[in-house]
């Protein structure tokens, strides 16, 4: 297929390095072997299959935390996900979660919960799926 007769959903779709200029050239997705998207209170990574520990990697993981640890302060806060395959990873300050095989299907990022903790060491969070049957209808008003 030519590039310029690729589809409709793939010429509307810009990847996160191509509309944030802070984002240097490690960021190019041939290079990563990522994507990055950021939506208004997210942040996904989807990581090439043949390359699963990409994200780990220097410099992505250490940017990764760093908007993990500006995310939980921000007003609407913004959850940063690594997309494995068919797994989510939530990256927080001080940990990841791995929230295991998600469907794509479930608007993922609308079920996922997090919640700070106050601990004797300091702050720390916890995160888990809410499934769909458990979010309540909003009401049409």
């Not at 990563?32 to 520990?53: F, S």
């Not at 791995?98 to 601990?119: F, N, P, S």
Request: some cysteine; glycine content about 4%.
């Amino acid at each position: 297929m030519n590039y310029q007769n690729r589809p409709s959903e793939c010429r509307n779709f810009f990847c996160s390095w191509l509309s944030s200029p802070e984002l240097g050239p490690e960021w190019r997705p041939l290079t990563c072997k990522m994507v990055l998207i950021r939506r208004p209170h997210q942040i996904l990574l989807l990581v090439d299959h043949p390359h699963p520990a990409a994200w780990r990697e220097a410099p992505y993981y250490q940017q990764l935390k760093a908007w993990a640890r500006s995310g939980v302060d921000a007003r609407p806060r913004q959850q940063v996900l690594v997309y494995v395959k068919d797994r989510v990873i939530i990256v927080l300050p001080n940990k990841e979660i791995d929230l295991g095989a998600i469907a794509t299907d479930d608007h993922i990022g609308d079920y996922i919960m997090v919640r700070e903790l106050k601990t004797p060491h300091g702050r720390d969070w916890d995160a888990y799926v809410l499934p769909a049957t458990d979010v309540p209808l909003q009401q049409a008003g």
